[in-house]
């Protein structure tokens, strides 16, 4: 073989590898898209549409396949949904950029084409982002929230969440709103109950009991408890328990004694200067200190994460002491429960002060239900998506119609553009048009239509100045996105293309794939 041929064939081998892996994830597009069923040696099952974790789970082997598989990572991260578009991008591009190999193409000559065309599609996006966005500081009232459970709905379209649209898609709506941004939700996912039981709670939830177990009813709200927060003090420190001293058995246990004589005159303070009922405490609490605070009437929580103290203490707006020697002052009247699931306690603690004005968290605990843990889990991954895409747009600006739409849109207006430019980079324009019109094309396709009529279609209605028709996936043909609400965020399609194109250009400049030496 050539030098030549040698070069072509490792293209050929990592476009051939990444196409592979894109067929497997490009029939989950879409509201009709079916869903995976992986399974791993142990029997372990996962079902799921989401192409990000499908491709996280496949076994993958081929350095050309792995890239699709970092870039769908990379939508991920940045936009939380829109991993299989981005997918199916760069595999059509990839799957275009070898018929312009066979016309005699050099690839740095597609790379460039298609670099300087995604650079015009994604300026052009600015111009079909939508004016609705725009009143979202606007006088009319719930305009905003309306505009934002679209794009929560549309993310959820096809997801085992769909059986509860509306309802999943106000709360992660909610949610996202009342902590700021997708950040601050803390999703916590309770097996039992259906998706309809999901619901945000205003407080802390612990994944903690109280030591050496309790007498309260579970599932029942305790009102007006006094609450104590402490971060220390209340075991004997390290060191004090590995000296390195030569003592005789006595002296050994006097000083032990006088140890725990400290702690308890500690707990004591606790029992004498206040009244409180819960102890929550950040380290350990000696045994001896909890049975002489349960004695008392105190009930203690302790080995706390900090996380979880703050949480508590900006919940409550109670402060958190450093040790029993401060001037403590409980916290009063809290409500709380226990609650069991799958044989776990939790304790959910009421956030506010009941006498102050409500008090902001700065974040929401999402409680997710799901009947097992297999739909849990797709339900989370659902939840992900939706709360991802709303705070894209609250905080990212900007919408656009979904179904494709702004991708046909775009590869129209790069067409007109590739005209002017003529050669070869004109052929690079063209096939990267023709691939951005794949993302329509497949969402027809996996709800048995015809691609290429939809694709036809929505041209045709983007050069009579429409461009919000995308595929109608009953119907078949093409339909209104605006009538349907269909709206996904600018930022999201934005990144699609440009990542599709950074990978597809990345696997084209590769002309050897050489073995490396394993690092030990
Ligand atoms: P991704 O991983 O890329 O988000 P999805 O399977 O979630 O893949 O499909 C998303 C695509 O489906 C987006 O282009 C979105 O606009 C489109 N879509 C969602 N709902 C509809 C609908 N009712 N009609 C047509 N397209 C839709
Ligand atoms: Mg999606």
């Known amino acids: 073989m050539s030098e030549g041929e040698n070069k072509k064939s490792a293209q050929t081998h990592n476009i051939r590898a990444a196409r592979q892996i894109v067929d497997t994830v490009k029939t989950t597009l879409g509201p009709m898209g079916m869903d995976k069923m992986l399974v791993d040696g142990g029997g372990n099952v996962i079902v799921t549409n989401d192409g990000a974790t499908i491709l996280r789970e496949l076994d993958i082997a081929h350095p050309g396949g792995k890239m699709i598989v970092e870039v769908a990572k990379m939508q991920e991260s940045l936009c939380y949904d829109g991993t299989t578009s981005t997918v199916v991008l760069a595999g059509q591009l990839l799957a ?39 009143s979202r500081d606007s006088d009319e009232p719930g305009h905003s929230n309306e505009f934002l459970t679209m794009i929560a709905k549309t993310a959820i379209t096809g997801k085992t969440l769909e059986t509860s649209l509306d309802s999943v898609a106000q709360l992660c709506v909610d949610a996202v709103t009342a902590a700021g941004n997708v950040d601050n939700v803390r999703v916590l996912s309770l097996p039992g109950g259906s998706i309809d039981d999901s619901y945000l709670f205003n407080g802390v939830v612990l994944n903690k009991d109280f030591v050496g177990g309790s007498d309260y009813d579970i599932n029942y709200t305790y009102e007006a408890a006094d609450v104590l927060l402490l971060n220390t003090g209340l075991e004997m ?10 003592l005789d058995a006595q002296t050994y246990q006097s000083f032990k004694d006088s140890g725990k004589n400290d702690l308890l005159a500690r707990a004591k303070m606790i029992v004498d200067n206040t009244d409180c009922g819960i102890l929550f405490v950040r380290d350990g609490v000696a045994e001896s200190v909890i049975s002489y605070l349960k004695k008392n009437d105190i009930d203690v929580i302790h080995r706390l994460p900090e996380s979880s103290m703050k949480r508590l203490s900006k919940a409550l707006g109670c402060s958190i002491y450093q040790t029993p020697e401060e001037q403590m002052k409980p916290f009063k009247n809290v409500s709380w429960e ?32 799901g009947a097992t843990n297999t739909t849990l889990d797709e339900v989370e991954r659902g939840f ?16 656009v119609y979904g179904g494709g739409s702004a991708y046909v849109a775009m590869a129209s207006h790069l067409r007109t553009r590739a005209a002017s430019i003529g050669g070869r980079a004109q052929m690079a324009i063209e096939a990267f048009s023709d691939a951005l019109e794949s993302i329509s094309a497949t969402i027809a396709e996996n709800a048995g239509h015809d691609p290429l009529d939809t694709v036809l279609a929505m041209r045709h209605a983007v050069l009579n100045g429409s461009t919000s028709m995308g595929p109608d996936v009953n ?13 996904e965020p600018t930022e ?14 990345a696997i084209l400049r590769i002309d050897d794939i050489i073995g490396r030496k394993g690092v030990e």
């Open 237 to 246: 420190e390290k060191g004090e328990e590995n000296v390195q001293v030569q």
């Open 96 to 134: 275009n950029s070898e018929m312009l190999f066979e016309k005699g193409l050099h690839p740095n000559v597609i790379c460039r084409g298609y670099h300087e065309a995604s650079q015009v599609a994604t300026d052009y996006l600015k111009e079909l982002t939508l004016d609705q966005w725009k």
């Open 338 to 369: 226990i609650q069991k699931h799958n044989d776990v306690n939790y304790i959910f603690v009421y956030g506010g002060q009941p006498d102050a004005v409500a008090i902001s968290l700065d974040e929401t605990t999402l409680i997710l239900r």
């Open 384 to 399: 992900d998506d939706a709360l991802g895409v709303v705070s894209l747009v609250l905080n990212n600006g900007g919408a």
């Open 492 to 505: 999201l399609v934005r990144q699609a293309v440009l990542s599709a194109t950074e990978v597809t250009n």
């Open 475 to 487: 119907n078949g043909g093409i339909t209104d996105m605006a009538d349907l609400g269909v709206v």
